[in-house]
DNA sequence: CTAGGTACTTTGTAGTACCGAGTACCACTA
DNA sequence: TAGTGGTACTCGGTACTACAAAGTACCTAG
């Protein structure tokens, strides 16, 4: 497939915050999650600056567990203002999606 | 509305090919046509710099004619490569809104 | 004890939208 | 005739983001 790390650029956080709210989990698992629901190329590096990002800006609570098959885990869950932040990104995402489909309509 | 512009990016250049592939036209004129189109915030130094984008990766041809009302315009209109381009485009957009439709889809 | 999968960190880079300031053409008007 | 406002393009710099690359470290299997 083609290249989509522009388009992906201030959509992946989005897709990072629904994974967190659906269930408290760690990057490296958020990673293969991304790769199995169609984003192929996106790597673990890009999972934990997005990750770290959203740990300053302080939309998520973060637990320090221990793994049994490896290093311990970083699990992260949404906060309030996680939650608030997910719904402002699905909203956005619903008028900048339709807008676009609009364009691509009134071309044909 | 909240902010797009990270969500643009990626695709506001996708948007541009779009219209100009409807009809040859302008710098100036596609900028207005985006912000009736809805992309409200974009203004004219952004589409100018992705006209210049276009023209370097050879994607449009480019044809300058006085206007009649303030400085000649120069018009923009995709030739093959660009219309190569604009149904790659497409492609990705598709590809990347699919899934992350889906992703919302399998949160609920 | 070595190899490979798991798991996180850090530094640096490239690409894109946007800002801001500037230049310049034209019509209208006081 | 000077000034204002709409039209139209250019250019230098900035902020943000996804990604690359390299490293550290834990654990199991052979």
Partial sequence: MHDLTEMLKG????????????????????TRRLNELGFVDVVEGTVYT????????????????????GPPRKFYALNDAG???????????EYLSSRINNLREGGR
Same sequence: chains 1, 2.
Avoid: D, H
């Fill in 11 to 30: 959509t992946l956080e989005g897709c990072v915050l629904e994974i967190i709210g659906g269930e408290e989990t760690y990057g490296y698992a958020i």
């Fill in 50 to 69: 997005i990750l770290l990002r959203l740990e300053k800006n302080g939309l998520v609570q973060v637990t320090k567990r221990p793994s049994g098959v």
């Fill in 83 to 93: 939650r608030e932040e997910l719904t402002t990104f699905w909203a956005k995402w």
